[in-house]
């Protein structure tokens, strides 16, 4: 059993680093009550799914997707860009959440004067409303 | 015609286009930046209704972005289904873009370049979820008219910038969890375009690994159209965000990730894989009744008007679902498609009044709500009507949807979501009828009959909210009354595309 587990987690050892980085981003998003620490962990979830991705691609021993006549010829393999772009495109969404994200963490330092989650809840409720 | 054979890509190129237009020329003057929008919008709309009618009679569009052959190039696909939430989506909009402004600028005078910009930005983002018919491209779309909307929302500052970035972290878990599933998907299809999926995927149904996808796909998009319990993110931002993104958000953007959810849910699965492999219809139709009553209870202990309506459109969202878990019926699917319709124009009615009562009296406060039946006679009953559809009183569209529920909860013969809908019916007009109450027929102590004048909010805020009145009573009306509208064949005919049953248009 034991044998069986750790064969299967080393072959497919890429899906189990992004699975494992995937739970530590979600638990910091979760868990953690410091504003920033929650933006690194939604950076580490995205990129631990970026990384999924990019593993997914991979052939071993495949070269770069440049892809020639000589090349074909030769039959060299090559890596599946496809995720390689997907990638790029969801890389700019994630640069733009997190730079909303810290943008609104500017401005609720701002405000309050804190980025810990609970010192704001009570400094709303000191505020009345 | 070469333009209208372009119409699937250039709704949301121009809405884009305009949105830099209107940062050069806002720079210029800051009156140009409305009639730019209020224009786009209209063309948009006008696309829109072309769109429909061509989808409606000469049946499926598919074009070809930049001309690649599906499987590789994207494709945008466009049926009744789309076609009809891209019509109610940018209606909604230019509603919007008329009310948003004097609401803007008295809400956010400083800021008006930068909101008309934030605006088009996620109108481009809702038009380009409704017409894609490739789910990677979908995520894109998805994330921009997010990003569009957690801007706006914090565009009010206070509060709102805590709802906001709450809105960011659950927002952007449920576009990661989205992500994740089409990664999933294309782990073991190698395809990202909708129609090659579903054709793809039946005889891997079987794989973990779909059925994990799917369970990504429902949760993620879950936490987009704030479906109960995954809607924590949805009253803080409805309530703090300026009246004109609640407007929005409400009404067009809830309807999208809705019209997401329920794309990926027939559309790239099937109805066989939500029977046999995955069999969750059940499992959302009991989720979906949870969420009215508890939407329902929660609205009733609300004192803020805009945080009760919040409440309300959380409950709204499980008449939805509860349709789209009553799939098999004959009416369950109508039900949540007409509902899609009737919260659009009701939600967005009945938050178009509130803001316009903050800007004219500056009360949130159900409470203080004393005489304005006589201050704002319109406004309050724009309110009234909409409320009365939102109830599900006959002649208005409201009662369609709760009678095609109904009659889709009978012949599954699941009598507690009978109960659920009746009770919720009850409980809607307990938390209206307290507002309606208070408009009208309690005065104020001390308060003189002629001492209440007339103060009616400006025109720009009044026009809109009685469109939408009237148009909750209008399309009931000729409904219930069996005309001719072209209402129930394009829902027919989308329907019936999503469930792939009757006569499916050639390509």
């Known amino acids: 059993m034991m044998e069986w587990l750790i064969a299967e987690i080393f072959a497919k050892y890429n899906y189990w680093v992004s699975i494992v980085l995937m739970l530590i981003g979600f638990y910091a998003m979760i868990a953690k009550g410091n504003l920033i620490k929650k933006v690194i962990g939604l950076n580490i979830f995205q990129t631990a799914i970026f990384l999924f991705f990019i593993s997914l691609a991979d052939i071993r021993g495949g070269t770069e997707p440049i892809v020639s006549e000589e090349i074909i010829h030769m039959g060299y393999v090559y890596v599946n860009p496809l995720p390689h772009v997907l990638i790029l495109t969801a890389i700019v969404v994630a640069v733009a959440t997190t730079a909303v994200a810290l943008a609104l963490v500017i401005r609720m330092y701002e405000e309050y004067g804190t980025i810990e989650e609970e010192e704001i809840i009570e400094k709303e409720r000191e505020m009345g409303l | 015609m070469i333009v209208t054979a372009h119409f699937p890509v250039l709704v949301i190129v121009i809405s884009m286009l305009s949105a830099f237009t209107i940062l050069i020329a806002g720079r210029w003057n800051k009156k140009t930046c409305l009639p730019i929008s209020i224009a786009t919008i209209s063309v948009q709309l006008f696309m829109a209704f072309f769109i429909l009618n061509q989808v409606f009679t000469r049946g499926t569009i598919h074009y070809r972005l930049g001309g690649w052959a599906p499987p590789w190039g994207i494709e945008y696909v466009i049926d009744a289904f789309n076609a009809y939430v891209l019509v109610i989506v940018l209606f909604i909009c230019l509603l919007t873009a008329i009310y948003a402004k004097r609401s803007i600028e008295r809400e956010q005078p400083h800021r008006i370049v930068p909101f008309y910009v934030v605006f088009q930005l996620l109108i481009t983002g809702l038009c380009g979820i409704t017409v894609t018919g490739d789910i990677f491209n979908l995520y894109v779309f998805l994330e921009i008219a997010s990003l569009a909307a957690y801007a706006l929302i914090a565009v009010a500052g206070g509060r709102a910038l805590k709802a906001s970035y709450n809105y960011v972290i659950m927002g952007s878990i449920g576009a990661c969890f989205y992500l994740l599933g089409a990664g999933f998907l294309y782990a073991v299809t190698g395809s990202l ?315």
Not at chain 2, 340 to 348: E, R, S, W
Not at chain 2, 377 to 386: D, E, G, K, N, S
Not at chain 2, 456 to 468: G, K, N, Q
């Open chain 2, 193 to 507: 375009n909708m129609a090659d999926l579903s054709h793809l995927l039946p005889p891997l149904y079987e794989s973990k690994v779909v059925q994990a996808a799917f369970v990504f796909f429902v949760v993620g998009l879950s936490i987009k159209m704030a479906l109960f319990p995954l809607h924590i993110w949805q009253p803080d931002a409805y309530t703090y965000a300026p009246s004109v993104v609640t407007v929005i958000i409400a009404a067009a953007m809830s309807k999208v990730s809705i019209y997401a959810f329920i794309r990926v849910f027939f559309s790239v699965f099937t109805t066989d894989f939500i029977r046999i492999y995955v069999p969750i219809a059940t499992a959302i139709s009991w989720i979906a009744a949870i969420a009215i009553i508890v939407g329902s209870v929660i609205a009733i202990m609300q004192s803020n008007l805009k945080r009760m309506l919040a409440y309300s459109s959380v409950s709204q969202v499980g008449y939805i679902v509860l349709g789209v878990g009553l799939y098999s019926t004959q009416w369950g699917l109508h039900g949540a498609l007409i509902h899609i319709l009737n919260h659009a124009i009701t939600k967005g009615c009945l938050f178009i009044v509130a803001g316009a009562i903050i800007y004219r009296c500056g009360l949130w406060n159900i409470r203080d709500f004393e005489g304005l039946g006589k201050k704002m006679p319109y406004t309050c009953a724009a309110f009234t009507l909409a409320a009365l559809s939102m109830i599900g009183i006959p002649p208005s569209v409201g009662f369609i949807t709760k009678l095609c529920l109904l009659a889709a909860s009978l012949e599954a013969t699941e009598y507690v979501f009978v109960a659920v809908i009746l009770a919720s019916t009850l409980l809607n007009l307990v938390y209206f009828w307290r507002v309606i109450e208070r408009m009208y027929f309690v005065r104020g102590e001390g308060e003189e009959e002629n001492e209440i004048k007339m103060g009616e909010a400006p025109v720009s805020m009044v026009l809109p909210a009685l469109i939408l009145a009237s148009l909750c009573i209008i399309v009931g009306i000729l409904w219930l009354a069996g005309a001719k509208t072209p209402l129930l064949p394009v829902v027919d005919q989308a329907v019936n595309a999503l469930l792939g049953t009757g006569v499916v248009a050639a390509p």
